[in-house]
Protein backbone atom coordinates (compact mmCIF):
# COMPACT_ATOMS: atom_id res chain seq x y z
CA UNK A 1 0.00 0.00 0.00
CA UNK A 2 1.41 3.67 -0.60
CA UNK A 3 0.57 4.14 2.61
CA UNK A 4 3.20 2.12 4.28
CA UNK A 5 6.38 3.72 3.67
CA UNK A 6 8.24 1.74 6.30
CA UNK A 7 12.06 0.51 5.07
CA UNK A 8 12.26 3.04 2.68
CA UNK A 9 15.60 2.07 0.53
CA UNK A 10 16.62 1.97 -3.03
CA UNK A 11 16.84 -1.98 -5.11
CA UNK A 12 19.59 -0.27 -7.38
CA UNK A 13 20.59 2.20 -5.59
CA UNK A 14 23.91 2.01 -8.49
CA UNK A 15 21.38 4.61 -10.40
CA UNK A 16 21.33 7.38 -8.11
CA UNK A 17 24.45 8.86 -9.83
CA UNK A 18 22.22 9.50 -12.80
CA UNK A 19 19.33 11.26 -11.08
CA UNK A 20 22.71 13.59 -10.22
CA UNK A 21 24.56 14.20 -13.43
CA UNK A 22 21.69 13.87 -15.69
CA UNK A 23 20.09 17.34 -14.39
CA UNK A 24 23.67 19.15 -14.30
CA UNK A 25 24.03 17.42 -18.41
CA UNK A 26 20.79 18.99 -19.23
CA UNK A 27 21.44 22.12 -17.46
CA UNK A 28 25.39 22.37 -19.36
CA UNK A 29 23.18 21.93 -23.03
CA UNK A 30 20.89 25.29 -22.09
CA UNK A 31 23.54 26.84 -20.91
CA UNK A 32 25.53 25.94 -24.33
CA UNK A 33 21.78 26.66 -26.38
CA UNK A 34 21.36 30.32 -24.81
CA UNK A 35 25.27 31.26 -25.48
CA UNK A 36 24.82 30.20 -29.06
CA UNK A 37 21.62 31.56 -29.74
CA UNK A 38 22.65 34.81 -28.29
CA UNK A 39 25.91 34.39 -31.08
CA UNK A 40 23.19 34.15 -33.60
CA UNK A 41 21.08 36.98 -32.76
CA UNK A 42 24.49 39.46 -32.42
CA UNK A 43 25.55 38.00 -36.27
CA UNK A 44 22.04 38.06 -37.57
CA UNK A 45 20.44 40.72 -36.43
CA UNK A 46 20.66 44.76 -35.64
CA UNK A 47 21.03 45.30 -32.40
CA UNK A 48 17.79 46.88 -31.53
CA UNK A 49 15.96 44.15 -33.50
CA UNK A 50 17.90 41.95 -31.40
CA UNK A 51 16.78 43.57 -28.40
CA UNK A 52 12.69 43.00 -29.57
CA UNK A 53 13.46 39.52 -30.27
CA UNK A 54 14.75 38.97 -26.45
CA UNK A 55 11.73 41.29 -25.38
CA UNK A 56 9.13 38.80 -27.06
CA UNK A 57 10.13 35.55 -24.57
CA UNK A 58 9.41 35.53 -21.05
CA UNK A 59 13.02 34.86 -19.31
CA UNK A 60 10.61 33.40 -16.40
CA UNK A 61 8.92 31.23 -18.00
CA UNK A 62 12.12 30.02 -20.01
CA UNK A 63 13.56 29.65 -16.47
CA UNK A 64 10.43 27.43 -15.37
CA UNK A 65 10.90 25.20 -18.37
CA UNK A 66 14.63 24.58 -17.90
CA UNK A 67 13.54 23.65 -14.21
CA UNK A 68 11.08 21.15 -15.10
CA UNK A 69 13.37 19.64 -17.43
CA UNK A 70 16.08 19.55 -14.60
CA UNK A 71 13.64 17.55 -12.48
CA UNK A 72 12.13 15.48 -15.08
CA UNK A 73 16.07 14.23 -16.02
CA UNK A 74 16.20 13.43 -12.38
CA UNK A 75 13.09 11.46 -12.05
CA UNK A 76 14.76 9.26 -14.87
CA UNK A 77 17.57 8.17 -12.25
CA UNK A 78 14.90 7.81 -9.38
CA UNK A 79 12.85 5.42 -11.75
CA UNK A 80 16.13 3.54 -12.80
CA UNK A 81 17.12 3.17 -8.94
CA UNK A 82 14.35 1.40 -8.31
CA UNK A 83 12.85 2.52 -4.42
CA UNK A 84 11.00 0.69 -2.70
CA UNK A 85 9.02 1.45 0.86
CA UNK A 86 6.75 -1.14 2.64
CA UNK A 87 7.12 -4.73 3.04
CA UNK A 88 5.18 -7.59 1.24
CA UNK A 89 5.86 -11.38 2.28
CA UNK A 90 5.60 -13.84 -0.53
CA UNK A 91 5.45 -17.70 0.62
CA UNK A 92 7.31 -19.95 -2.03
CA UNK A 93 8.20 -23.58 -1.64
CA UNK A 94 11.25 -24.60 -2.15
CA UNK A 95 12.39 -26.37 -5.79
CA UNK A 96 14.40 -29.13 -4.11
CA UNK A 97 18.31 -29.16 -5.19
CA UNK A 98 20.06 -30.67 -8.11
CA UNK A 99 20.57 -34.13 -8.62
CA UNK A 100 23.25 -36.12 -11.21
CA UNK A 101 22.25 -39.88 -11.20
CA UNK A 102 25.67 -41.83 -12.52
CA UNK A 103 24.56 -45.38 -14.00
CA UNK A 104 27.12 -48.23 -14.50
CA UNK A 105 26.20 -49.99 -18.48
CA UNK A 106 29.07 -52.09 -18.34
CA UNK A 107 28.19 -55.70 -19.11
CA UNK A 108 28.38 -56.78 -15.82
CA UNK A 109 25.43 -54.48 -15.39
CA UNK A 110 23.55 -57.85 -17.86
CA UNK A 111 24.17 -59.80 -14.65
CA UNK A 112 20.45 -61.53 -13.66
CA UNK A 113 21.34 -62.04 -9.66
CA UNK A 114 18.66 -59.31 -9.41
CA UNK A 115 15.17 -58.84 -11.84
CA UNK A 116 15.13 -58.45 -14.72
CA UNK A 117 18.91 -57.86 -14.31
CA UNK A 118 20.46 -55.14 -12.60
CA UNK A 119 20.47 -52.34 -15.14
CA UNK A 120 16.92 -52.50 -15.18
CA UNK A 121 16.71 -53.16 -12.20
CA UNK A 122 18.54 -49.68 -11.68
CA UNK A 123 16.54 -48.02 -14.23
CA UNK A 124 13.07 -48.91 -12.50
CA UNK A 125 14.09 -47.45 -9.19
CA UNK A 126 16.06 -44.25 -10.82
CA UNK A 127 12.60 -43.48 -12.70
CA UNK A 128 10.43 -44.46 -9.17
CA UNK A 129 12.71 -41.76 -7.62
CA UNK A 130 12.49 -39.23 -10.10
CA UNK A 131 8.62 -39.36 -9.73
CA UNK A 132 8.66 -39.27 -6.06
CA UNK A 133 10.55 -36.30 -6.15
CA UNK A 134 8.96 -32.78 -5.84
CA UNK A 135 11.27 -30.53 -7.34
CA UNK A 136 14.62 -29.76 -8.45
CA UNK A 137 16.51 -30.73 -11.76
CA UNK A 138 17.88 -33.87 -12.09
CA UNK A 139 21.01 -35.43 -14.33
CA UNK A 140 22.30 -38.38 -15.60
CA UNK A 141 26.06 -39.91 -16.70
CA UNK A 142 25.95 -43.25 -17.73
CA UNK A 143 29.85 -44.96 -17.48
CA UNK A 144 31.27 -47.89 -18.39
CA UNK A 145 35.12 -47.88 -19.55
CA UNK A 146 33.98 -43.90 -20.40
CA UNK A 147 31.45 -41.88 -19.09
CA UNK A 148 29.23 -39.56 -20.86
CA UNK A 149 26.51 -36.80 -19.95
CA UNK A 150 23.61 -38.55 -21.22
CA UNK A 151 21.29 -35.94 -19.56
CA UNK A 152 22.17 -32.56 -18.30
CA UNK A 153 20.26 -31.52 -15.26
CA UNK A 154 17.04 -30.42 -16.31
CA UNK A 155 13.56 -29.56 -14.94
CA UNK A 156 12.24 -32.02 -17.98
CA UNK A 157 11.11 -35.14 -16.24
CA UNK A 158 10.16 -36.60 -19.75
CA UNK A 159 13.27 -35.74 -21.22
CA UNK A 160 15.61 -37.09 -18.40
CA UNK A 161 13.07 -40.19 -18.55
CA UNK A 162 13.51 -40.70 -22.27
CA UNK A 163 17.42 -40.54 -22.03
CA UNK A 164 17.25 -43.30 -18.99
CA UNK A 165 15.64 -45.68 -20.93
CA UNK A 166 17.92 -45.28 -23.77
CA UNK A 167 20.64 -46.20 -21.82
CA UNK A 168 21.63 -50.06 -22.92
CA UNK A 169 25.21 -52.19 -22.87
CA UNK A 170 26.12 -50.32 -26.21
CA UNK A 171 25.48 -46.79 -24.84
CA UNK A 172 29.20 -46.67 -24.14
CA UNK A 173 31.13 -48.09 -26.92
CA UNK A 174 34.18 -48.58 -24.74
CA UNK A 175 34.48 -51.88 -22.42
CA UNK A 176 35.40 -52.09 -18.98
CA UNK A 177 34.20 -50.02 -15.72
CA UNK A 178 35.93 -46.57 -14.63
CA UNK A 179 34.18 -45.16 -11.60
CA UNK A 180 36.92 -41.97 -11.51
CA UNK A 181 36.06 -41.29 -14.63
CA UNK A 182 32.53 -41.33 -14.52
CA UNK A 183 32.50 -39.63 -11.26
CA UNK A 184 34.47 -36.86 -12.68
CA UNK A 185 32.03 -36.19 -15.94
CA UNK A 186 28.93 -36.22 -13.01
CA UNK A 187 30.90 -33.69 -11.34
CA UNK A 188 31.43 -31.50 -14.27
CA UNK A 189 27.35 -31.30 -15.25
CA UNK A 190 26.72 -30.11 -11.89
CA UNK A 191 26.60 -26.14 -11.16
CA UNK A 192 30.12 -24.60 -9.99
CA UNK A 193 27.89 -22.36 -7.66
CA UNK A 194 25.24 -24.88 -5.86
CA UNK A 195 25.52 -24.46 -2.46
CA UNK A 196 25.29 -28.82 -2.39
CA UNK A 197 26.69 -31.02 -5.42
CA UNK A 198 25.00 -34.65 -5.06
CA UNK A 199 25.85 -37.46 -6.67
CA UNK A 200 23.72 -40.44 -7.14
CA UNK A 201 25.93 -43.89 -7.99
CA UNK A 202 24.30 -46.65 -9.12
CA UNK A 203 26.93 -49.77 -10.02
CA UNK A 204 28.07 -52.94 -9.18
CA UNK A 205 31.11 -51.52 -7.42
CA UNK A 206 33.32 -53.52 -9.61
CA UNK A 207 36.00 -50.55 -10.34
CA UNK A 208 38.68 -52.17 -13.20
CA UNK A 209 40.81 -48.73 -13.43
CA UNK A 210 40.81 -48.69 -9.16
CA UNK A 211 40.36 -45.02 -9.73
CA UNK A 212 37.01 -44.36 -8.16
CA UNK A 213 37.95 -43.98 -4.41
CA UNK A 214 40.91 -41.67 -5.33
CA UNK A 215 38.81 -39.20 -7.41
CA UNK A 216 36.14 -39.28 -4.60
CA UNK A 217 38.78 -37.68 -2.03
CA UNK A 218 39.37 -35.29 -5.01
CA UNK A 219 35.68 -34.35 -4.83
CA UNK A 220 35.19 -34.35 -1.73
CA UNK A 221 37.52 -31.12 -1.51
CA UNK A 222 34.75 -29.33 -3.60
CA UNK A 223 32.19 -29.98 -1.77
CA UNK A 224 30.53 -33.18 -3.66
CA UNK A 225 28.67 -35.38 -1.73
CA UNK A 226 28.51 -39.05 -3.61
CA UNK A 227 25.84 -41.15 -2.62
CA UNK A 228 26.39 -44.95 -3.46
CA UNK A 229 24.12 -47.72 -4.30
CA UNK A 230 24.99 -50.76 -4.89
CA UNK A 231 23.25 -53.03 -7.55
CA UNK A 232 23.46 -56.30 -7.65
CA UNK A 233 24.62 -59.05 -4.62
CA UNK A 234 27.29 -60.87 -3.48
CA UNK A 235 27.15 -64.08 -4.41
CA UNK A 236 27.01 -62.75 -8.10
CA UNK A 237 26.26 -64.22 -11.59
CA UNK A 238 27.11 -64.95 -14.60
CA UNK A 239 26.90 -62.56 -17.64
CA UNK A 240 24.75 -63.40 -20.41
CA UNK A 241 25.04 -61.40 -23.49
CA UNK A 242 23.04 -61.70 -26.96
CA UNK A 243 26.49 -62.04 -29.33
CA UNK A 244 25.99 -60.22 -33.34
CA UNK A 245 23.71 -63.86 -34.22
CA UNK A 246 21.34 -62.67 -31.90
CA UNK A 247 21.84 -65.22 -29.68
CA UNK A 248 22.61 -65.45 -25.98
CA UNK A 249 25.67 -66.45 -25.06
CA UNK A 250 27.66 -66.61 -21.73
CA UNK A 251 30.76 -64.11 -21.00
CA UNK A 252 33.85 -65.84 -20.36
CA UNK A 253 37.47 -65.18 -19.76
CA UNK A 254 40.60 -65.71 -21.85
CA UNK A 255 41.05 -69.61 -19.87
CA UNK A 256 37.34 -70.26 -21.33
CA UNK A 257 35.73 -70.25 -18.04
CA UNK A 258 32.29 -68.32 -16.74
CA UNK A 259 32.97 -64.85 -15.92
CA UNK A 260 30.94 -64.37 -12.48
CA UNK A 261 30.26 -60.49 -11.65
CA UNK A 262 30.17 -60.12 -7.89
CA UNK A 263 29.05 -57.07 -6.08
CA UNK A 264 31.70 -55.01 -4.54
CA UNK A 265 30.58 -53.08 -1.35
CA UNK A 266 33.67 -52.04 0.45
CA UNK A 267 35.10 -50.12 -2.72
CA UNK A 268 31.30 -48.37 -2.79
CA UNK A 269 31.53 -47.98 0.65
CA UNK A 270 34.69 -46.43 0.53
CA UNK A 271 33.51 -43.66 -2.09
CA UNK A 272 30.84 -42.76 -0.15
CA UNK A 273 32.51 -42.45 2.98
CA UNK A 274 35.50 -40.33 1.49
CA UNK A 275 32.81 -37.51 0.14
CA UNK A 276 31.08 -37.90 3.70
CA UNK A 277 27.63 -39.17 1.86
CA UNK A 278 25.90 -43.06 2.41
CA UNK A 279 26.48 -46.55 0.74
CA UNK A 280 23.25 -48.63 0.60
CA UNK A 281 22.61 -51.82 -1.46
CA UNK A 282 19.75 -51.08 -3.82
CA UNK A 283 17.12 -53.51 -2.50
CA UNK A 284 14.65 -55.65 -3.92
CA UNK A 285 11.80 -52.49 -4.79
CA UNK A 286 14.55 -49.79 -4.67
CA UNK A 287 14.87 -49.60 -0.86
CA UNK A 288 18.45 -48.31 -1.19
CA UNK A 289 17.22 -45.20 -2.86
CA UNK A 290 14.49 -44.35 -0.29
CA UNK A 291 17.13 -44.09 1.96
CA UNK A 292 18.87 -41.74 0.01
CA UNK A 293 15.56 -39.55 -0.85
CA UNK A 294 15.14 -39.41 3.16
CA UNK A 295 18.76 -38.43 3.60
CA UNK A 296 18.61 -35.32 1.31
CA UNK A 297 15.62 -34.20 2.09
CA UNK A 298 16.74 -34.35 6.00
CA UNK A 299 19.99 -32.51 5.31
CA UNK A 300 18.85 -29.66 3.06
CA UNK A 301 15.43 -27.66 3.68
CA UNK A 302 13.64 -30.25 1.72
CA UNK A 303 12.06 -30.36 -1.59
CA UNK A 304 8.58 -28.31 -1.27
CA UNK A 305 9.15 -26.76 1.97
CA UNK A 306 7.38 -23.68 2.75
CA UNK A 307 9.27 -20.21 3.20
CA UNK A 308 8.42 -16.81 4.01
CA UNK A 309 10.25 -13.97 1.90
CA UNK A 310 9.77 -10.61 3.09
CA UNK A 311 10.72 -8.26 -0.18
CA UNK A 312 10.21 -4.56 -0.63
CA UNK A 313 7.15 -2.82 -2.36
CA UNK A 314 8.27 -1.55 -5.76
CA UNK A 315 7.48 2.28 -6.02
CA UNK A 316 9.06 3.23 -9.11
CA UNK A 317 6.12 4.05 -10.73
CA UNK A 318 6.31 7.34 -8.86
CA UNK A 319 9.03 8.85 -10.22
CA UNK A 320 7.96 7.85 -13.61
CA UNK A 321 4.52 9.08 -13.02
CA UNK A 322 6.06 12.55 -12.05
CA UNK A 323 8.71 12.48 -14.92
CA UNK A 324 5.45 12.21 -17.36
CA UNK A 325 3.80 15.14 -15.72
CA UNK A 326 7.17 17.24 -15.51
CA UNK A 327 7.36 16.43 -19.58
CA UNK A 328 4.18 17.20 -20.45
CA UNK A 329 3.96 20.51 -17.79
CA UNK A 330 7.20 21.59 -19.80
CA UNK A 331 5.41 21.10 -23.36
CA UNK A 332 2.53 23.63 -22.40
CA UNK A 333 4.31 26.57 -20.72
CA UNK A 334 5.07 28.47 -23.53
CA UNK A 335 7.50 31.54 -23.34
CA UNK A 336 6.59 34.21 -25.99
CA UNK A 337 4.92 37.11 -24.78
CA UNK A 338 1.49 38.15 -26.96
CA UNK A 339 2.26 40.67 -29.42
CA UNK A 340 0.65 43.55 -27.59
CA UNK A 341 2.92 42.58 -24.90
CA UNK A 342 5.66 43.76 -27.02
CA UNK A 343 6.63 46.86 -27.50
CA UNK A 344 7.88 47.96 -30.95
CA UNK A 345 12.03 49.44 -30.91
CA UNK A 346 12.52 52.93 -30.87
CA UNK A 347 13.25 54.68 -34.36
Known sequence: MMGDFTHPHFAEPRWLWLAVLAPLG?????????WQRGRQWARFAP?????????????????????????????????LARPQWGETADT?????????????????????DVAPDRLGRAKFAILDYVQRQAGGRVGLVAF???????????????????ALLAVDEHTIPV?????????????????KNARRKSIILLTDGEDLENAGVTKAKALAEKGVVVYAIGVGTAAGSIIRVTNE???????RDPAGQEVRSRLDEPTLAAIA???????????????????????????GEGAGAARERKSGVERFHVPV?????????????GTRRKVRQIEAPAT
Open 321 to 333: AALVVLLVVESLV
Open 92 to 112: TRALGEDLMFVLDCSRSMLAA
Open 47 to 79: AAAAGALAAAHRRGRRGLKEALLLLAAAAVGLA
Open 26 to 34: VLALHRYAA
Open 245 to 251: QGFPETV
Open 144 to 162: AGDAFLQCPLTFDYDAFRE
Open 273 to 299: QATHGSYHPLGAVGEGLAAVRRQIAVG
Open 175 to 191: GGTDLGRALDEAALGLE
